[in-house]
DNA sequence: CTCGATACTCAGATCATCTCTATATTGACC
DNA sequence: GGTCAATATAGAGATGATCTGAGTATCGAG
């Protein structure tokens, strides 16, 4: 799962967004490190419905304007559940490996390869 | 930053690795989850070499075979250091995201909409 | 003597994402 | 009156990391 595809799942998950809605969510959880593109975001709902992901909630007209309502699905909130797993067995090796690293200096040839 | 590149990045920072030993480091660290394809490791060795991510160690010759040693360079673990931070948000988010959603009731259109 | 593990390389295809553009309405600013 | 920013969706074309699959070669075990 890229990361576009993961923040339109997260912004959904607690409940329906249209798709601006998704990309003001998804800047405000990111603490504004992450801007979706709008070309991004629409082939996005769009491949995500298609594979069952999220589904369409419903249609508003606001000011003439359509807003179209999108929900997490189960398998959606399933594959985003499975995706939160990946995510954290790859921050904790990164971050041990990482840990390790500062421990033996940065790099220095002879103490990196000590204890392997 | 794709998996197989963070795991790569991943599994230098201790020490250099030859390419087959970071296929195995990364099959390790990730507990069997994921396993970096031939074609796909040793076109991003190259690539992140030229990026300036990882540098070659040095070439050893066991068995008549070549074994290219890789080690990453501060500005690779620089970058590691800063994709682990950007997956300690996604996660938090994630986890906080799904949170609401279970204590609403997975989807139930009324209570979803409760509060926002 | 075949099989699995080790070790690296390359060609071709896929596909999510990115960039750019288009369309349309509303409200604010000057 | 005109322009700009925000709201809201959509499509075309390009990019590029990754995947698939094959190839090459050595070594030890069964």
Known sequence: MREPTFWI???LAPQPRHGYGVI???T??????VTLQAGTLYAALDR??????IEIDR???VDGRTRRYYRLTSDG???LGAETERL???LEAATSQLATRRRFGLGLA???RVAW
């Open 77 to 79: 909130a399933e594959a």
């Open 28 to 33: 405000q959880l990111s603490g504004g490190t």
């Open 59 to 61: 249609d508003e007209i």
């Open 88 to 90: 954290r067995r790859s």
């Open 24 to 26: 003001q969510q998804t």
């Open 110 to 112: 002879d103490a990196q």
């Open 9 to 11: 799942l997260t912004a």
């Open 48 to 53: 995500l419905t298609a594979e069952g992901l």
